[in-house]
């Protein structure tokens, strides 16, 4: 059997990184973390990447801003995983320069791990955001670099511990907000999931410069259908408070950053359907159907921890 592609994640003390190491180490990748000097004195994070060791992980020292250590890093791997997070997406022209010059990448997924830059609805400043994205899309084909863009809609855990609702930690049990008429599916995905599907997809074929969807069918839910899911949990029904379109746009040019940027992501797939473009195979293929021996968490599982 080929030996295993040796993969070095950058930004893996990140929110999703984390995950995205562990599930490469636990499936028997030689595994590599980009690390800076000074994220060892932050106590979360240096227990973190005590934990990275534990598991059998390589730290390499370095920083986005420094090439030599970028070069010298990916030259040691096969694979390159950018789960960077959303203030350093323009800097990921750094690791495109590195691996022109390392010239020995198999594969590159630049930090991504949300809906379909490409095909969006999306109003600012979400629009601008997404438009980082395609700029670092269209500079990886450029260069030619094989390519993976992982399309995992949306975090269940930034998004279901609340029920999407703003400014608040916990789910709601008197009342719900509901962002438009509540009809339109979004799709939630656990982290571990993502991180699953994600490293499956690095040395397939199959995904190669191509964009992976992760869509697993049991959940893609309606906004309608996740409350009516929380209610039954819960035992009781929950006012419903509508907000049409005309008064949510309102409220994303009024509000402050970061709100407007919260309520726009939620207008692009709570309103537009940001998460079900159709998927175009000469472009896209589904996770799910891809790997289908994957036993992913369901959202009415998820759901059950917060009850
Ligand atoms: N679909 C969703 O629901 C969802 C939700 C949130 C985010 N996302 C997307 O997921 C991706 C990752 O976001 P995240 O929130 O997980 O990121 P994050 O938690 O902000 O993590 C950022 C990572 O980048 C590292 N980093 C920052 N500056 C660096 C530098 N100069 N050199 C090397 N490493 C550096 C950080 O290292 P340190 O630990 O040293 O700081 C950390 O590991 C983004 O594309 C974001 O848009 C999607």
Known sequence: MAAKSKILVIGGTGYIGKFIVKASAETGHPTFVLVRDNTLSHPEKSKLVESFKSFGVTLLYGDLTDHDSLVKAIKQVDVVISALGGQQIDDQVKIIA?????????????????????HHNAVEPVSSFFEKKVKIRRAIEAERIPYTYITSNLFAGHFLPNLLQQNVTTPPRDKVVILGDGNVKGVYVIEED?????????????????????????????FNELVSLWEYKINSTLDKIYIPDDQLLKSIQESPFPDNFMLALRHSFLVKGDCNYEIDPSFGVEASKLYSEVKYTTVDNYLNAFV
Request: glycine letters at 4%; zero cysteines.
């Open 194 to 222: 993502v991180a699953t599907y994600t490293i499956k997809a690095v040395e397939d074929p199959r995904t190669l410069n191509k964009t992976v969807y992760v869509r697993p069918p049991a959940n893609i839910l309606t």
């Open 98 to 118: 590195a691996i022109k010059e390392a010239g020995n990448i198999k594969r590159f997924l630049p930090s991504e791990f949300g809906l379909d830059v490409d």
